[in-house]
């Protein structure tokens, strides 16, 4: 991490930069994107003021390949057309090159099953919207800018609908649940997101039951706001963090990421505006630990 105490500067924070360490705005652009700039322990704009005794850090930051390439990875298409895709996510498969990851993204699968991909962001095309690494389920892909301008709109307006099946760690009491409580960067491990009224975004959860194990919750959630690790903060915020969740919570077990899955979607056709709905099951992994949970609930009874 490279840390700068500004001695004398009244320059937006990507010129300041940019002249002093000798590279574009546009890198700096990217890296304040990625979360990896921050003035005085908080996340601003470019366009910020740099002002006398403000502290700058810089974390490591590996810029996106410029040439893409494209790899045989195995794909679940839930639907296709000449305008988009509808896919089944697989735990583990991050969604764009980065990081260090260049070759095993779900950007370099596209690309070798079809490089008729949008290119709004050339570093990832076709990518309209992201899910973690760990978590699995549904996403939609654009094979045209027009198709990514109108989902991108979808997402940006709230028409686009999401629901996610999750199991949470221990018994939730209640049936139903809201929560309202804001996010923003982890003030100690910036890779995390925490509740916290400290240059936070609102973000709204909403939870319902679906059914309760031994020492687990399965639950519905669906997101009114769509910040970074909404679901995974808000779940551990509350007290019951997601299953197998490696930055949230403290017990995990096993390889699988955390139980996490996007499984059901709604939209507008961006060309011929049909009121689209798509459902994605659960994982192997995540189905067997469900039956794992409902024998020993059996054996409880």
């Known amino acids: 991490m490279i840390k700068i105490v500004v ?13 002093l360490l000798d590279i574009s705005r546009t890198l700096i652009a990217k890296m304040i994107e990625e ?42 298409i839930i639907y296709e057309d000449a305008d988009l895709m509808v896919i089944n996510k697989q735990s583990g498969l991050t969604v764009h090159p980065g990081g260090g990851n260049v070759t095993d993204t779900l950007v370099n699968a596209l690309l070798f099953y079809n490089k008729n991909l949008s290119d709004v962001d050339e570093t990832r095309p076709g990518i309209v919207h992201r ?9 939609l892909v654009a094979k045209n800018n027009k198709a990514h301008a109108i989902l991108s709109d979808g997402f940006k307006n709230k028409t686009i609908k999401r629901e996610y099946t999750a199991l949470l760690t221990g018994v939730f009491p209640h049936e139903t649940a809201t929560i309202d409580a804001p996010i923003g960067r982890d003030v100690v491990n910036r ?17 319902k039951v679906i059914k309760r194990y031994k020492d687990m919750t399965l639950c519905n959630f669906v997101l009114e706001t769509g910040r970074t690790h909404q679901i995974r903060v808000h779940a551990a915020y509350i007290g ?4 197998n969740d490696s930055v949230y919570n403290t017990k995990t077990k096993g390889l699988f990421g955390q ?19 798509f459902d994605a099951p659960l994982p192997e992994e995540f189905v067997a630990t469900l039956n794992e949970a409902e024998t020993i609930l059996k054996q409880e009874l």
């Open 35 to 76: 979360d990896c700039i921050f003035v005085n322990g908080e996340i601003v704009k470019a366009s910020y003021k740099v002002k006398i005794d403000d502290v700058i850090e810089i974390e490591e930051y590996i810029e996106n390949p410029t040439e893409l390439v494209a790899k045989d990875i195995p794909l679940d």
């Open 131 to 139: 899910l973690d690494k760990d978590t699995s389920g549904l996403m």
């Open 240 to 243: 019951y963090p997601i299953y």
């Open 7 to 19: 001695e004398d500067s009244v320059d937006r924070l990507d010129k300041f930069l940019s002249n």
């Open 259 to 277: 139980y996490l899955h996007s499984s059901s979607i709604d939209f507008e056709h961006p060309t011929t505006c049909k009121k689209m709905h």
């Open 191 to 207: 890779k995390k997101m925490m509740v916290t009224s400290s240059n936070s975004k609102n973000a709204i959860t909403h939870l």
